[in-house]
């Protein structure tokens, strides 16, 4: 059985196909861990969360995380449902809609062919509710962002498992696993050294997928976790 990471996607949903269907070619058995942020800045949100949901459906061993962008998405979704009209046609500013807006929710918008969250079919909004925050193997804590290691216990912190951008790993509280993460775009260099690292306490494995014109960035990785095998693919998107 082999277990996969594919950290953040942002709506690339021809570079993960490739990956996937060429790179990966998963068995039924096989683990296949997403990490979050499928949606939002890139091309195709929607065509992302269908394709793992069709994964999930023919019976694949999909275990997908929640990001920061369906926090964001369920939030604002949320928002507008509950918004009162203050007077017949105008409702007050909605701030978690128009941060979501901001961080790329026009592109997953675009994507369903609506104008508002509130017209996103409610199957979609509820497979993204159901995310977890994290996933333990033997060897692995496996998370979005990262832990709070301020805290007594890690795993109480939710909100770092979606926002953290840095984070100093006290790996017994973890029995001594390491976290794979993702949400911080990092070079395909630093991606390489830290694998490279016999002592390493953390794996970030966010290439910026929707960043094909950035130097050091752009490519789409799988990490194996029995092999540390590395799959990478060019964004198509």
């Known amino acids: 059985m082999r277990k996969w990471v594919i950290p ?22 096989d683990v296949l861990y997403f990490l979050g942020d499928y949606i939002d800045r890139g091309p195709d ?29 369920v939030l604002a979704y949320n928002s507008v ?23 790329g929710g026009s592109y997953t918008l675009n994507s369903f062919g609506v104008k ?6 409610k199957k979609y909004i509820n497979w993204l509710q159901n995310l977890v925050h994290y996933f333990e193997d033997d ?15 890690p795993f109480e912190d939710k909100h770092a498992m979606l926002w953290s951008k840095a984070f100093n790993p006290d790996i ?6 390491v976290i794979i993460h993702g949400h911080v775009p990092v070079s395909f260099n630093f991606i390489n050294t830290t694998l490279a690292n016999p002592n390493r306490k ?3 494995l966010d290439n910026g997928c929707y960043l094909p014109h950035t130097e050091g960035m752009g490519h789409l ?10 799959k990478v693919q060019r964004s198509l998107d």
């Open 221 to 230: 990785v799988a990490l194996e976790l029995n092999s540390l095998e590395l």
């Open 81 to 103: 449902k509950n918004q009162k009209r203050k007077f017949l046609f105008w409702k007050e500013p909605n701030k978690l809609l128009d941060e979501w807006t901001r961080h």
């Open 8 to 29: 953040d996607l942002h709506g690339c949903v021809k570079t993960l196909t490739v990956m996937v269907e060429d790179h990966i070619q998963p068995e039924k058995n």
């Open 139 to 153: 060897k692995y804590i496996i998370v979005h962002a990262g832990l709070n290691f301020d805290r007594l216990d």
């Open 45 to 73: 949100p929607k065509g992302v969360l269908d394709y793992i949901m069709k994964l999930e459906d023919d019976g694949f061993n999909v275990k997908p995380l929640r990001g920061n962008h369906e926090e964001y998405m």
């Open 172 to 177: 017994e509280k973890i029995n001594n696993r």
């Open 202 to 204: 953390y794996i970030a």
């Open 116 to 121: 508002s969250v509130s017209e996103i079919p």
